[in-house]
C-alpha cells in the first residue's frame, strides 16, 4: 500500500473509491454542498435515507453509477470541538477498511486536518490506514485473501507542507512495522515465543540493522548475581535469555536511554498458581514489555535518531511449576545484594525486572523506563485504554506523557507514595516481593524502585490493561494492540528526558 500526500480536494480527485468525512450537524453543511455539486442532489436524499447523522465511527457506503470514484464512503466526524488527531486516525481507520472490503484499488481519503499540524495529521492517517488493515493470519493454516488498497492519496493538505507530509508518511512506515512486530510477539501462543524466540527476533534485528546483540545465558546471569530473576525462571524447562540490544548512531551520542521490558514468555503463577477466572490463558501476552521494547528498537534502527544510544534490555523466562521450581516464602539475592523474601510467586514479573534495572544504572544512563504488564490492580485502576506512569522524575513524567499523547496512546502519572513502601516490609529479609491488595500497582512500583540507582532517572510503565483489546478500538483491531512502541519511539526521538 503506497500512501501519497496531496493538495487535492474532494471536490476533483478521481479514484475507485473517495472517502469523505462529514461533521455532524451545521458544521457539516460545506461538504454536503461539495457532494450534492459534484455528485447530484440525490445524494442527500441517499444519506438522508440511510439516516446519517455524521456521528463519531458512522458510516456510509454508497455506489455512484457512470462516475470517478465509483463509490463513495461517507465516515461521520461528530462536532468539530470534539474533532482531534485521535478522532482522526479512528476515521481514517475506519474508511480504509470499508475501502479494502469493497474491494478499492486507488482510494482518496478526505478528512479535515485544520487545527493540527498538517504533517502530523499525515503520519496520524497512515498509521491509521495501516494499523487498521493488520490482520494476523499466521496460525491458520488456510488464510482468508485480505484485500488492501494498491494507493492512498491522503488529499486537501496544505501544498507548502507536502515535503513535510510525506516525510511523516515514511516515518510512520517505520513505527507501523514495530507496532505490528510487537502486536505479532504478542499475540503468538507461549509454545512459540519462548524466551529463545525472544532473544532470536533480538538477533534477526540486529543482523537486518547493525544492531550490538549481546544475549546472557543462565551462567552468565548467576555469574552477575542475578538470583531474583533466576528464581523466576528455574521452574521452566526452557532457558532464561537475557537480553541486551543496543542502537549506536552513526555519528556522536549526547544521550543513552535505556529500554527495559517485562519478557514472561508465560505466567502460570507459579506455586502461586493462577486459578479460574484469572484468565491464566492470556497469560502469552505477559511479555507485552519486552514486545513494546523490541519493537521500538525496530523503528528506531529504521529511523535512525541521531545524537542518542538506545539500549533495550529484557529478561527474558517463563513463570512455571516443577520440583525445582521457587516455593513461595523462598528468599533470594538481588545482583545489587538486596534480598527479597518471595510471599507470591505469581508476582514474578518485578522479580525479573529487580535484576534488569540494576544491570540498566550499571550503563550509567540518562534514563531508564521499563514497560511492564506487571499488576491486576493497574487494570482495575485504569482499564483497558491507559496504562500507568510512575516516576519520581516530574520532567521525564512530562516528556513521556507528552510523547503517549502525541502517538495517540493514554498514559496516567500515578503516585510513588513512600509510607505504602511500608507493605512490602519482610521480618526476615529486606522486603517482600508483595504487599496488600490496595494500591497493588503502588507498591509494585515502590518495589522496582529499590533496585534503581536514585541518581537515574527512572519511569516505569504498568501495561497490564493496554496491551490486549478483546473488542478492537480506534484503529487497533481486536487482540494485541502493540500498546507502547509509538510512545517510546516518540520518546527517543524527542530526544528523552527534558
Ligand atoms: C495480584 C498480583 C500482585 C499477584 C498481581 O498483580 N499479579 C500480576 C502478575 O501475575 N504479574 O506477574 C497480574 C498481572 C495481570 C495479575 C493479573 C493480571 C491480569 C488479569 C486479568 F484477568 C486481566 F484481564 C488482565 F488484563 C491482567
Ligand atoms: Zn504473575
Ligand atoms: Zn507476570
Redesign the pocket.
Known amino acids: 500500500m503506497e500512501i501519497r500526500c496531496s493538495s487535492t480536494t474532494a471536490r476533483d480527485w478521481s479514484g475507485d473509491a473517495l472517502v469523505v468525512g462529514v461533521f455532524s450537524g451545521d458544521a457539516g453543511q460545506g461538504m454536503r454542498d461539495l457532494l450534492a455539486e459534484r455528485f447530484g442532489n440525490a445524494l442527500a436524499q441517499r444519506l438522508e435515507q440511510r439516516r446519517f447523522q455524521a456521528k463519531p465511527g458512522e458510516s456510509a457506503s454508497l455506489e455512484l453509477l457512470n462516475h470517478s470514484p465509483s463509490s463513495l464512503i461517507v465516515v461521520g466526524l461528530g462536532a468539530p470541538a470534539d474533532f482531534g488527531a485521535e478522532q482522526l486516525r479512528s476515521a481514517a481507520a475506519t474508511a480504509c477498511r470499508l475501502a479494502a472490503s469493497a474491494g478499492a484499488q486507488q482510494l482518496g481519503l478526505a478528512l479535515p486536518v485544520e487545527g493540527l499540524e498538517p504533517a502530523a495529521a499525515a503520519g496520524a492517517m497512515a498509521e491509521a490506514l495501516r494499523l487498521g488493515l493488520f490482520a494476523d493470519q499466521r496460525f491458520k493454516s488456510d488464510p482468508e485473501p485480505r484485500p488492501q488498497p494498491q494507493a492512498v492519496e491522503l488529499l486537501g493538505l496544505p501544498a507548502a507542507a507536502l515535503a513535510d507530509c510525506q516525510g511523516a508518511v515514511a516515518n510512520s512506515a517505520a513505527l507501523c512495522s514495530g507496532v505490528e512486530l510487537a502486536r505479532q510477539l504478542v499475540a503468538a501462543p507461549p509454545n512459540v515465543v519462548t524466551p529463545a524466540a525472544l532473544a532470536d527476533t533480538a538477533a534477526q534485528l540486529a543482523r537486518s540493522f547493525q544492531l550490538e546483540l549481546k544475549v546472557l545465558e543462565r551462567s552468565d546471569c548467576e555469574a552477575l548475581g542475578m538470583g531474583s530473576y533466576l528464581a523466576v525462571s528455574q521452574g521452566s524447562d526452557l532457558p532464561p535469555k537475557f537480553i541486551h540490544l543496543t542502537y549506536r548512531p552513526s555519528g556522536p551520542a549526547t544521550r543513552r536511554l535505556v529500554l527495559v521490558g517485562k519478557g514472561?514468555s508465560f505466567?502460570s503463577?507459579g506455586y502461586?498458581l493462577?486459578t479460574a477466572?484469572?484468565?491464566i490463558e492470556?497469560m502469552k501476552y505477559?511479555m507485552g514489555g519486552s514486545a513494546a521494547v523490541l519493537g521500538a528498537m525496530r523503528a528506531i534502527a529504521e529511523l535512525k535518531p541521531e545524537g542518542v544510544e538506545v539500549h533495550m534490555l529484557v529478561a527474558a523466562c517463563e513463570?512455571m511449576i516443577s520440583g525445582g521450581a521457587i516455593h513461595p516464602g523462598a528468599i533470594v539475592t538481588a545482583s545489587n545484594g538486596k534480598t527479597i523474601e518471595i510471599n507470591?510467586t505469581?508476582?514474578?514479573?518485578r522479580l525479573t525486572l529487580a535484576d534488569a534495572l540494576v544491570y540498566a544504572c550499571k550503563l550509567e544512563p540518562d534514563a531508564v523506563v521499563d514497560l511492564a504488564?506487571?499488576?491486576?490492580?493497574c487494570?482495575i485502576a485504569l482499564g483497558e485504554e491507559i496504562a500507568g506512569l510512575w516516576s519520581p522524575s516530574d520532567g521525564l513524567a512530562q516528556a513521556l506523557l507528552q510523547a503517549s499523547e502525541q502517538a495517540g496512546e493514554h498514559l496516567w502519572r500515578m503516585p510513588l507514595r513512600a509510607s505504602y513502601r511500608e507493605g512490602l516490609k519482610s521480618g526476615l529479609a529486606d522486603m517482600k516481593n508483595?504487599g496488600p491488595?490496595p494500591g497493588?500497582s503502588i507498591t509494585?512500583a515502590l518495589f522496582l524502585q529499590d533496585f534503581v540507582d536514585p541518581t537515574v532517572n527512572w519511569a516505569h510503565l504498568d501495561i497490564?490493561?493496554t496491551v490486549?483489546s478483546d473488542k478492537g478500538r480506534g484503529l487497533d483491531p481486536a487482540g494485541a494492540t502493540g500498546f507502547g512502541v509509538r510512545t517510546l519511539v516518540n520518546w527517543v526521538r524527542s530526544g528523552g528526558p527534558a
Open positions: 514472561l505466567d503463577g502461586n493462577k477466572g484469572s484468565q492470556m505477559d513463570n507470591n505469581d508476582a514474578e514479573g504488564t506487571l499488576t491486576g490492580a487494570v508483595t491488595r497493588g509494585a497490564a490493561g490486549w
